[in-house]
């Protein structure tokens, strides 16, 4: 089973600013099959990009994701007080997993 | 607009069972395949299985493999999700999410998860 670890697993920061999530994969991910979903409170998760760097339907420009192999980024590059939620990723390449989320809250 | 609406909460005890639906709508039931993911309190989102909508051959996480069920109702445009032998660490929010590709349209079977249901809480207690 692929482990994903995602770093770090709290950040801290203030509306305007860059946010860069990681996610580290045990095994590489094959042909980049890796998402990343957003979480907020009492809500399902919510699709942000999959194949490690497409955008899903009606998500901002300001999400961006990249990466291969075993590590991957999410960036965002100014943070909206909309994006203060729990992101997760989730590899689809080998079975499915998920990593444990990076909490990010307003500093 | 394509939707996931689940069954409400249930409380369950230790040893029984528990299934949940997930009605689809806003697209044609059978051309997409519907997975199974749980979130036990302040735990990491857990895969538990999918079934391809069109064909009923459902396949399971190891993790879950003789536990758990997933069935549909093509007619009924709804998928079903059973799990037995309940224990107080299956005590969860339990969600359906529709695969990101349509069947055929991918080189793999299973993808990216969206939309997701809503979510239902099973609580198992004595």
């Known amino acids: 089973e692929i482990v994903l670890t995602q770093s770090p697993g709290t950040l801290s920061l203030s509306p305007g600013e860059r946010a860069t999530l990681s996610c580290r994969a045990s095994?590489?991910?094959?042909?980049?099959?890796l998402a990343w979903y957003q979480q907020k409170p009492d809500q399902a998760p919510r699709l942000l990009i999959y194949?490690?760097?497409s955008r899903a339907t009606g998500i901002p420009d300001r999400f961006s994701g990249s990466g291969s192999g075993t590590d991957f980024t999410l960036t965002i590059s100014r943070l909206e007080p909309e994006d203060f939620a729990v992101y997760y990723c989730q590899q689809y390449g080998s079975s499915i997993t998920f990593g444990q989320g990076t909490r990010l809250e307003i500093k | 607009q394509v939707q996931l609406v689940q069954s409400g909460a249930e409380v369950k005890k230790p040893g029984a069972s528990v299934k949940v639906s997930c009605k689809a709508s806003?697209?044609?039931?059978?051309?997409?395949?519907l997975h199974w993911v749980r979130q036990a309190p302040g735990q990491r989102l857990e895969w538990m299985g999918w079934?391809?909508?069109?064909?009923?051959?459902?396949k399971y996480s190891q993790k879950f493999q003789g536990r758990v069920t997933i069935t549909r109702d093509t007619s009924a445009s709804t998928a079903y999700m059973e799990l037995s032998s309940l224990r107080s660490e299956d005590t969860a929010v339990y969600y359906c999410a529709r695969d990101g590709c349509r069947v055929g349209d991918c080189y793999s079977p299973t993808n990216w998860f969206d939309p997701w249901g809503q979510g239902t809480l099973v609580t198992v207690s004595s």
């Open positions: 095994q590489s991910v094959s042909s980049s099959y």
């Open positions: 079934i391809n909508a069109g064909r009923d051959n459902p």
């Open positions: 194949g490690a760097s």
């Open positions: 806003g697209y044609t039931f059978s051309t997409y395949a």
